[in-house]
């Protein structure tokens, strides 16, 4: 069974940093990705990385800001946030790709992915 935990969320002031962390079980070798979902919305795509890194996706308007990294020895996958805004206040999810889209283009929607973490909050102080 495979787990995502999510870390590194908090308060912080408008133009501040934070960086995510997610911590899978097991060796995972699959494209990995973030997500958020603010209050009184549907739950939307930041970023995605494929199995070794070496191609990320980012939502258009995050692009510049957000960095998503992962460590395949460590298992983990991360999003470092820079200069971040009030709108960006949400519960940020880590993702994992569903085997079914193996070999297929980075994924960007939540269908394509078949495991979540329970979220971490961020909220971002005006």
């Known amino acids: 069974q495979v787990q995502l935990v999510e870390s590194g969320g908090g308060l912080v002031q408008a133009g501040g940093s934070l960086r995510l962390s997610c911590a899978a079980s097991?060796?995972?070798?699959?494209?990995m990705g973030w997500f958020r979902q603010a209050p009184g919305k549907e739950r939307e795509f930041v970023a995605a990385t494929s199995w070794n890194g070496g191609i990320t996706s980012y939502a258009d308007s995050l692009k510049g800001r957000f960095t998503i990294s992962r460590d395949n020895a460590k298992n983990t996958v991360s999003l470092q946030m820079n200069s971040l805004k009030p709108e960006d206040t949400a519960i940020y999810y880590c993702?994992?790709?569903?085997?079914?889209?193996?070999?297929?283009?980075?994924?960007?929607?939540?269908?394509?992915?078949?495991?979540w973490g329970q979220g971490t909050q961020v909220t971002v102080s005006s």
């Open positions: 097991g060796r995972t070798f699959s494209s």
């Open positions: 993702a994992r790709q569903n085997p079914i889209f193996y070999g297929g283009s980075l994924p960007r929607t939540e269908g394509e992915y078949a495991y």
